[in-house]
């Protein structure tokens, strides 16, 4: 006997035990999925590299004449912080000049090559 709560699709006893032993069927890519794929770019699958915001970085203006566009780039390494001038090339980036906290001591500042301020 039902209750008047139930609603929806009534399955008879049959029903019930083929659903239960029906098994899962896996979806699979097939041979053309995966030749027609392409894989992402190296730095873009490891998570370095965002090319779209890259672009609009080092985009110079038309109106410069291949004038590089510098940008200052600083590292945070465990020891130390680097700052580096660079420009983008198409075959690849420049660095113009680089300082090191490695160098602070040269100028009487002793500890402290970690920190924002150095």
């Known amino acids: 006997r039902l209750s008047p709560h139930c609603v929806g699709v009534i399955l008879s ?6 659903l239960a032993t029906m098994p899962f069927v896996k979806v699979q890519k097939s041979k053309a ?3 027609r794929y ?3 770019y190296r730095r873009r699958r490891e998570g370095k590299t965002d090319y779209r ?3 609009r ?3 110079q203006d038309k ?3 291949q ?4 940008r200052l780039v600083v590292r945070f390494t465990n020891r130390q912080v680097i700052c580096q001038i660079a420009y983008a090339l198409i ?12 160098e602070l001591p040269r100028y009487g500042l002793k500890c402290g090559l970690k920190n924002y301020a150095a």
Request: proline share 3%; glycine share 2%; with cysteine.
């Open 53 to 55: 915001q890259r672009r």
């Open 13 to 18: 006893r049959r029903d019930t035990n083929l």
């Open 91 to 102: 075959d690849g980036d420049r660095i113009l000049a680089q300082a090191s906290s490695n």
């Open 38 to 40: 392409q894989v992402k």
């Open 33 to 35: 999925y995966f030749s």
């Open 67 to 70: 004038m590089p566009k510098y």
């Open 63 to 65: 109106n410069k004449y």
């Open 57 to 59: 970085l080092c985009t």
